[in-house]
Protein backbone atom coordinates (compact mmCIF):
# COMPACT_ATOMS: atom_id res chain seq x y z
CA UNK A 1 0.00 0.00 0.00
CA UNK A 2 1.62 3.32 -0.77
CA UNK A 3 2.64 5.28 2.24
CA UNK A 4 3.86 9.17 2.93
CA UNK A 5 4.89 10.50 5.94
CA UNK A 6 6.56 13.57 6.76
CA UNK A 7 8.53 14.71 9.57
CA UNK A 8 8.25 16.54 11.76
CA UNK A 9 5.17 17.20 12.79
CA UNK A 10 5.99 20.73 13.69
CA UNK A 11 9.32 22.95 13.45
CA UNK A 12 10.12 26.04 14.99
CA UNK A 13 12.50 28.49 13.69
CA UNK A 14 14.13 31.57 14.43
CA UNK A 15 13.62 34.07 11.41
CA UNK A 16 17.27 32.77 9.05
CA UNK A 17 17.32 30.02 10.12
CA UNK A 18 17.30 27.64 7.86
CA UNK A 19 16.08 23.86 7.87
CA UNK A 20 14.47 20.71 5.91
CA UNK A 21 11.39 18.75 5.89
CA UNK A 22 11.21 15.80 5.59
CA UNK A 23 9.11 13.75 3.20
CA UNK A 24 9.38 9.58 3.27
CA UNK A 25 7.71 7.62 0.81
CA UNK A 26 6.96 3.91 -0.49
CA UNK A 27 4.97 3.52 -3.80
CA UNK A 28 4.89 0.55 -6.27
CA UNK A 29 6.02 3.33 -9.03
CA UNK A 30 5.84 7.31 -8.46
CA UNK A 31 4.04 9.15 -11.27
CA UNK A 32 5.60 12.48 -9.08
CA UNK A 33 5.61 13.76 -6.01
CA UNK A 34 4.38 17.01 -5.28
CA UNK A 35 4.70 20.20 -2.46
CA UNK A 36 2.03 22.29 -1.28
CA UNK A 37 1.65 24.94 1.79
CA UNK A 38 -1.29 25.85 3.33
CA UNK A 39 -2.24 28.96 5.16
CA UNK A 40 -4.85 28.38 8.01
CA UNK A 41 -8.20 28.28 6.62
CA UNK A 42 -7.50 27.88 3.05
CA UNK A 43 -6.48 25.36 0.52
CA UNK A 44 -2.94 23.85 -0.53
CA UNK A 45 -1.37 26.26 -2.76
CA UNK A 46 0.43 24.30 -5.75
CA UNK A 47 4.87 24.80 -5.32
CA UNK A 48 6.51 21.82 -7.20
CA UNK A 49 6.17 18.97 -8.76
CA UNK A 50 9.15 16.51 -8.91
CA UNK A 51 9.58 13.12 -11.26
CA UNK A 52 12.64 11.17 -10.78
CA UNK A 53 15.43 10.76 -8.31
CA UNK A 54 18.27 13.87 -8.69
CA UNK A 55 15.53 16.34 -9.59
CA UNK A 56 15.52 19.52 -7.58
CA UNK A 57 13.28 22.39 -8.12
CA UNK A 58 13.63 25.89 -6.37
CA UNK A 59 11.20 29.04 -5.89
CA UNK A 60 12.57 31.47 -3.70
CA UNK A 61 13.34 30.60 -0.41
CA UNK A 62 12.63 27.09 -1.09
CA UNK A 63 14.02 24.06 -2.89
CA UNK A 64 12.53 20.68 -3.19
CA UNK A 65 14.84 17.66 -3.49
CA UNK A 66 13.74 14.12 -4.32
CA UNK A 67 15.49 10.66 -3.92
CA UNK A 68 14.40 7.20 -4.42
CA UNK A 69 13.15 7.28 -0.77
CA UNK A 70 12.10 10.49 0.37
CA UNK A 71 11.94 14.35 -0.83
CA UNK A 72 13.56 17.02 1.05
CA UNK A 73 11.99 20.85 1.11
CA UNK A 74 14.44 23.05 2.42
CA UNK A 75 13.93 26.25 3.85
CA UNK A 76 16.88 28.99 3.81
CA UNK A 77 16.93 32.12 5.82
CA UNK A 78 12.84 31.71 6.64
CA UNK A 79 10.77 34.89 7.31
CA UNK A 80 7.86 35.13 9.32
CA UNK A 81 5.89 34.81 6.28
CA UNK A 82 7.00 31.64 5.50
CA UNK A 83 5.01 30.12 8.22
CA UNK A 84 2.59 27.44 6.81
CA UNK A 85 1.62 23.93 6.83
CA UNK A 86 3.74 22.48 4.03
CA UNK A 87 2.08 19.39 2.09
CA UNK A 88 3.85 16.41 0.59
CA UNK A 89 1.83 14.34 -1.85
CA UNK A 90 2.56 11.71 -4.23
CA UNK A 91 1.16 9.57 -7.40
CA UNK A 92 1.58 6.05 -8.39
CA UNK A 93 1.39 5.38 -11.80
CA UNK A 94 -1.61 2.62 -10.89
CA UNK A 95 -3.40 5.32 -9.16
CA UNK A 96 -5.28 7.42 -12.24
CA UNK A 97 -4.86 10.93 -11.66
CA UNK A 98 -5.52 10.75 -7.65
CA UNK A 99 -2.86 12.55 -4.62
CA UNK A 100 -1.47 10.73 -1.74
CA UNK A 101 -1.01 12.99 0.82
CA UNK A 102 1.33 13.00 3.79
CA UNK A 103 -0.33 14.84 7.25
CA UNK A 104 1.95 17.55 6.97
CA UNK A 105 4.84 19.61 8.56
CA UNK A 106 3.34 22.62 10.74
CA UNK A 107 6.30 25.46 10.40
CA UNK A 108 6.31 28.65 12.64
CA UNK A 109 9.24 30.91 11.60
CA UNK A 110 9.48 33.55 14.41
CA UNK A 111 11.02 36.94 14.51
CA UNK B 1 -3.92 31.90 -13.13
CA UNK B 2 -5.23 29.08 -12.40
CA UNK B 3 -8.99 29.94 -10.72
CA UNK B 4 -10.70 27.23 -8.66
CA UNK B 5 -14.13 28.46 -6.90
CA UNK B 6 -16.45 26.87 -4.02
CA UNK B 7 -19.78 28.09 -3.26
CA UNK B 8 -18.87 28.85 0.19
CA UNK B 9 -16.36 29.41 2.67
CA UNK B 10 -18.67 28.79 5.78
CA UNK B 11 -21.84 26.55 5.79
CA UNK B 12 -24.01 25.25 9.02
CA UNK B 13 -26.46 22.11 8.02
CA UNK B 14 -28.78 19.94 10.43
CA UNK B 15 -28.22 16.38 10.65
CA UNK B 16 -30.63 14.46 7.78
CA UNK B 17 -30.42 17.54 5.42
CA UNK B 18 -29.52 17.06 2.38
CA UNK B 19 -26.38 19.66 1.10
CA UNK B 20 -24.85 20.69 -2.01
CA UNK B 21 -21.09 21.95 -2.15
CA UNK B 22 -20.34 23.15 -5.42
CA UNK B 23 -17.05 23.89 -7.56
CA UNK B 24 -16.44 25.57 -10.43
CA UNK B 25 -12.98 26.12 -12.78
CA UNK B 26 -12.17 28.08 -15.04
CA UNK B 27 -9.04 26.49 -17.19
CA UNK B 28 -11.16 24.15 -19.21
CA UNK B 29 -9.38 21.33 -16.71
CA UNK B 30 -10.48 17.82 -17.46
CA UNK B 31 -10.05 16.11 -13.97
CA UNK B 32 -11.68 17.54 -11.10
CA UNK B 33 -11.60 15.73 -7.66
CA UNK B 34 -13.11 16.31 -3.88
CA UNK B 35 -11.02 15.71 -0.05
CA UNK B 36 -12.23 16.57 3.15
CA UNK B 37 -9.23 17.21 5.89
CA UNK B 38 -9.44 16.28 9.19
CA UNK B 39 -7.07 17.22 11.78
CA UNK B 40 -5.17 14.22 12.31
CA UNK B 41 -6.46 12.41 9.31
CA UNK B 42 -5.20 15.04 6.37
CA UNK B 43 -6.55 15.11 3.07
CA UNK B 44 -8.24 12.20 1.84
CA UNK B 45 -10.13 11.58 -1.65
CA UNK B 46 -13.68 11.34 -1.67
CA UNK B 47 -14.51 11.12 -5.36
CA UNK B 48 -12.94 12.22 -8.65
CA UNK B 49 -14.29 12.69 -12.18
CA UNK B 50 -12.24 12.65 -15.26
CA UNK B 51 -14.64 13.71 -17.83
CA UNK B 52 -18.31 15.25 -17.74
CA UNK B 53 -20.69 12.47 -16.78
CA UNK B 54 -17.79 10.11 -15.20
CA UNK B 55 -17.22 9.83 -11.56
CA UNK B 56 -15.32 7.63 -9.45
CA UNK B 57 -14.65 6.50 -5.88
CA UNK B 58 -12.14 7.61 -4.18
CA UNK B 59 -11.10 6.23 -0.57
CA UNK B 60 -14.40 7.11 1.63
CA UNK B 61 -17.17 7.65 -0.83
CA UNK B 62 -19.64 6.10 1.92
CA UNK B 63 -22.63 8.91 2.23
CA UNK B 64 -21.55 11.34 -0.63
CA UNK B 65 -22.13 11.74 -4.16
CA UNK B 66 -21.44 13.96 -6.74
CA UNK B 67 -22.58 15.14 -10.05
CA UNK B 68 -20.54 16.51 -13.26
CA UNK B 69 -23.05 17.84 -15.59
CA UNK B 70 -20.18 20.47 -17.24
CA UNK B 71 -17.27 20.60 -17.61
CA UNK B 72 -16.67 23.56 -15.05
CA UNK B 73 -18.46 22.10 -12.38
CA UNK B 74 -18.22 19.54 -10.36
CA UNK B 75 -20.96 19.06 -7.18
CA UNK B 76 -20.48 17.33 -4.08
CA UNK B 77 -23.85 15.90 -2.42
CA UNK B 78 -24.17 14.79 1.14
CA UNK B 79 -27.51 12.91 0.69
CA UNK B 80 -28.01 12.80 4.47
CA UNK B 81 -25.67 14.92 6.33
CA UNK B 82 -24.19 13.50 9.88
CA UNK B 83 -22.39 14.65 12.34
CA UNK B 84 -19.24 13.08 11.46
CA UNK B 85 -19.69 14.90 7.95
CA UNK B 86 -18.19 17.87 9.50
CA UNK B 87 -15.22 18.85 7.97
CA UNK B 88 -13.57 21.02 5.67
CA UNK B 89 -13.99 20.28 1.72
CA UNK B 90 -11.57 20.68 -0.69
CA UNK B 91 -12.41 21.35 -3.99
CA UNK B 92 -9.30 20.37 -6.99
CA UNK B 93 -8.41 20.31 -10.87
CA UNK B 94 -5.62 19.27 -12.73
CA UNK B 95 -4.91 20.02 -16.33
CA UNK B 96 -4.82 17.70 -19.15
CA UNK B 97 -1.41 16.08 -19.24
CA UNK B 98 -0.08 17.63 -15.69
CA UNK B 99 -0.60 15.39 -12.70
CA UNK B 100 -0.06 18.65 -10.28
CA UNK B 101 -3.93 19.89 -8.83
CA UNK B 102 -4.75 23.06 -8.08
CA UNK B 103 -7.11 23.86 -5.13
CA UNK B 104 -10.36 25.47 -4.23
CA UNK B 105 -10.13 27.69 -1.04
CA UNK B 106 -12.43 25.13 0.99
CA UNK B 107 -15.73 25.07 2.90
CA UNK B 108 -15.44 24.65 6.31
CA UNK B 109 -18.95 22.04 6.79
CA UNK B 110 -20.32 22.08 10.36
CA UNK B 111 -23.24 19.27 10.85
CA UNK B 112 -25.67 20.11 13.73
Known amino acids: EDQVTQSPEALRLQEGESSSLNCSYT??????LFWYRQDPGKGPEFLFT???AGEEKEKERLKATLTKKESFLHITAPKPEDSATYLCAVQATNSGYALNFGKGTSLLVTP | DVKVTQSSRYLVKRTGEKVFLECVQD?????MFWYRQDPGLGLRLIYF???????EKGDIPEGYSVSREKKERFSLILESASTNQTSMYLCASSPPGLYEQYFGPGTRLTVT
Open chain 2, 27 to 31: MDHEN
Open chain 1, 27 to 32: VSGLRG
Open chain 2, 49 to 55: SYDVKMK
Open chain 1, 50 to 52: LYS
